[in-house]
């Protein structure tokens, strides 16, 4: 017998859930200006600190400031600014067209806008994403006309994925978007995969892996780290920490890790954290991490400290697991918002041009959304053939698929 | 007696499990204080802890990894896989690992779990949310299969899961969860209100594994069906006026053989529906285990009619199900020969 204490099963907690006071004030937040920004081949033993804090350009003021400022003109902010807008627009028309009955399902962005905007102007054509459900804005930023995306959406007969799959789910290769599984984490390595494959054949292009804070649990997050670590794999690997997967608080993929850019430091990866809120901070840190990967340094692991100010996805409701103010509470503020001050201050731009513009990316949504619904929707007007059901499940059909499409009578 | 939907059947199963015995323990993605994206669990953190009901890492191969690990030192966990699409980071787990513990340790170590996981299609999924991966688990020496197609069979087939020394993968038709669905899409939504099957006793009681069920009694045809197929085949049954025996066989792995042979025998015919793919699914099992029983009786090949060997798709969702149309006409066709 021996006198060995009893034992008992952590399970942690968010701070609050509903019905609860949302209390953000355990979550350092760094002066904006104040993370130094090291050259892009650092040994990354000496920047072990910057995966437990937070850059940041955009101050209080929307002042930009600190060595990670200046990445982009106020041209190219303005152009950031309005894809950001593009981006929110197009999330309402999409929810509002499922709740209509338009579509089955949708997922929107609100809150995470400038991670996948401006993450998209540091890469190059031929640059290639491996995304998950909440990138969009790779697209957007991408110029990838927004009717193709509605049409994927409602899976009509101009859907250029014959509707073989669920809304958002895109792929557009010419843009560097791969294919969206649906399930998640299994991208990640494979954007290794990619990158390695560029570096065997002496190319020039990148490679940028997307997940989400809960999956970073998933088992292909950690075969990702281990493969770009031990090949140098010219990859950026992105976290985007909402701090929500569905109803499960981002502490429970976390663990004891301090934050998830962290994890990479056991991997030997340099590791950055960034205001995932400030379009600014985004991208320079988007383009720090580009650079070393271009110049075949190696991967980088960059964790983007956001928000999921929206349900997960048309089929949740937040308010079950979250007090409802808690968006309101985020201490990182709102990104379009937030870029929009900056704009004003540095006097390229003024709230009346703001609500002209507004009314303006209404107008082309609008356009879109209606071209999109002249070919139909989920359940009217054009759609997908039944014959695209067997087509592309193998490069030529085989004699199984050819007599199952003949039994179907098409 | 109470009525249930089969959600409520489900998570009524896990309560009166959790009550009786405080080895069985639950997790899983989203299952603690949410209850679960389909609402299985909801209430059971705050009745019983959040050390007997707890939310997981996303991490599938993990659930099942420590669902076994626990089983080994003597819980009776019963996880849940968020949907069956999402199983395959786990099936190492659940193929090399959970269903040998017992073989390869010569009962040294045991593997008592059930790993729930809601499958099948019909809620305009895509391809990630509405496969059907029975066959893939009926292939393993080891495993347990269970799909029940209604609230009671639901909720006395999981309890006797739980209790069962072995591993059971309990696939629960997510179409099923709020009411029977015959495969009529076009037609209003039914609740298990109304329908027999939907009262469901509040306390313990167990369905045996291993015994399928006669839904339908008739003398022309034999259809074996499981989860939501036998709703359909039941629908098809009347529409087309031919007196079908359906069987609902509920476990398929082990599978009640008897139930089908003496139905066969007496009919002469039979029709295999599920709504996996066709090729290598469970009904070529099925059609082989018939014409090795059954052959001087039958008075037609065995058909099998399922979905198509495609992914399964969004937009064509309704052209994929094998539904009350193309059920109908196998009968037919089947009839005729």
Redo the contacts between chains.
């Keep these: 017998m021996t006198d060995g204490q009893r034992l ?2 952590h ?1 942690p ?1 968010p701070e609050v ?1 509903p019905g609860g006071k949302p209390d953000f004030s355990n979550v350092p937040i760094p002066k904006a200006g104040s993370v130094r920004r090291p050259e892009v081949d650092v040994d990354p033993k000496e920047i072990r600190d910057l995966a437990y804090s937070i850059i940041r350009v955009l101050d209080r003021e929307g002042e930009a400031v600190g060595p990670w400022a200046g990445s982009l003109t106020a041209e190219e902010l303005m152009e950031g600014l309005k894809h950001m807008m593009l981006l929110r627009v197009f999330d309402s028309r999409m929810l509002m067209a499922q709740r209509q009955g338009k579509t ?2 949708y997922m929107q962005h609100l809150g995470e806008e400038a991670v996948s905007c401006a993450f998209r102007k540091a890469l190059l054509p031929g640059d290639m994403n491996f995304p998950t459900y909440r990138q969009a804005g790779l697209l957007i930023a991408g110029g990838y006309p927004m009717v193709e995306m509605m049409n994927q959406i409602y ?1 009509n007969d101009a ?1 250029p994925l ?6 958002i ?1 895109y792929s557009a290769k010419d843009y560097g978007f791969f294919t969206i ?5 299994t991208q990640y390595v494979q954007a290794v995969g990619w990158a390695m494959a560029s570096a065997i054949k002496n190319d020039t292009k990148i490679a940028a892996a997307w997940i989400g804070d ?2 970073t ?4 997050f950690h075969s990702a780290l281990v493969f770009a670590s031990t090949y140098r794999a010219p990859v950026v690997l992105n976290v985007v920490n909402n701090q929500w ?4 608080f981002q502490g ?2 976390r ?1 004891g890790s301090g934050t998830f850019a962290a994890r990479g430091l056991g991997y030997g990866l340099p590791a950055l954290r960034v205001d995932g809120n400030d379009y600014l901070a985004v991208h320079a840190v988007a383009k720090w991490a580009a650079e070393r990967a271009r110049r075949n340094i190696g991967p980088t692991l960059v964790e983007y400290v956001t928000y999921r100010v929206g349900a997960h996805s048309t ?2 409701d937040p308010s ?2 979250r007090p409802k103010e808690e968006s309101e509470a985020w201490p990182l503020g709102d990104p379009v918002i937030r870029l929009k001050n900056h704009l004003i201050r540095i006097g390229t731009w003024s709230e009346e041009r703001h609500k002209q513009m507004e009314a303006e990316i209404r107008d082309t949504v609008v356009t879109a959304q209606k071209e999109a619904e002249r070919h139909g929707t ?1 359940h009217s007007g054009g ?2 053939s ?1 014959r ?3 087509e592309g ?1 193998y490069a030529e059909m085989p004699p ?2 050819k007599r ?1 499409r003949q039994q ?1 009578g098409v | 007696m109470p009525r249930m939907t089969m959600i409520e059947a489900i998570r009524s199963a896990m309560d009166v499990s959790m009550e009786r015995d405080d080895d069985v323990v639950v997790f899983g993605e989203d299952v603690g204080y949410f209850g679960g994206v389909f609402r299985g669990t909801q209430g059971l953190q705050q009745k019983y802890g959040k050390t007997r009901c707890f939310d997981a890492p996303i991490n599938e191969s993990g659930i099942v990894g420590a669902a076994i690990g626990m089983a080994a030192y003597g819980l009776k966990p019963c996880v849940e896989i968020q949907f069956a699409d999402y199983m395959y980071p786990a099936y190492d787990q659940l193929t090399q690992e959970a269903a040998r513990l017992r073989y390869r340790s010569n009962g040294d170590f045991t593997c008592g779990i059930t790993v729930r996981m809601p499958t099948g299609g019909g809620i305009f999924g895509g391809q990630t949310h509405s496969q059907s991966p029975e066959a893939l688990f009926t292939h393993v020496c080891g495993l347990q299969v269970v799909v029940p197609s209604n609230p009671y069979d639901a909720k006395g087939l999981l309890i006797a899961s739980i209790e069962n020394p072995d591993p059971v993968i309990f696939l629960e038709p997510k179409r099923l969860y709020n009411g029977p669905f015959d495969g009529h899409h076009d037609r209003p939504v039914t609740s298990w209100a109304g329908h027999p099957l939907g009262e469901v006793p509040a306390e313990h009681y167990v369905v045996p594994l291993g015994k399928a069920v006669v839904r339908r009694p008739g003398s022309a045809v034999t259809v074996l069906a499981y989860g939501t197929m036998v709703h359909v085949a039941e629908a098809t049954a009347e529409e087309t006026g031919i007196d079908a025996e359906v069987i609902d066989l509920r476990t398929l792995m082990p599978l009640d053989l008897d139930t089908i042979v003496t139905s066969v025998k007496k009919t002469g015919r039979c029709l295999v529906v599920h709504e996996a793919t066709l090729t290598s699914g469970f009904g070529a099992e099925l059609a082989a285990l018939v014409q090795e029983h059954c052959f001087y009786h039958l008075e037609a090949p065995v058909i099998r009619v399922a979905g198509w060997d495609t992914p399964y798709p969004h937009a064509q969702e309704w052209d994929y199900f094998p539904g009350p149309a193309r059920v109908g006409r196998a009968l037919r066709d089947m009839m005729e020969a």
């Design positions: 008992s099963l399970v907690e859930r089955s399902f899976s859907d014959k509707g073989r799959q669920l809304p789910m599984s649906g399930n998640l984490a809960g999956s649990a998933e088992s292909d997967a569905i109803s499960t429970v993929a663990g089929s949740d079950a697991y989920l759609r997908p039944m695209d059901m067997f499940v199984h698929l199952q179907a």
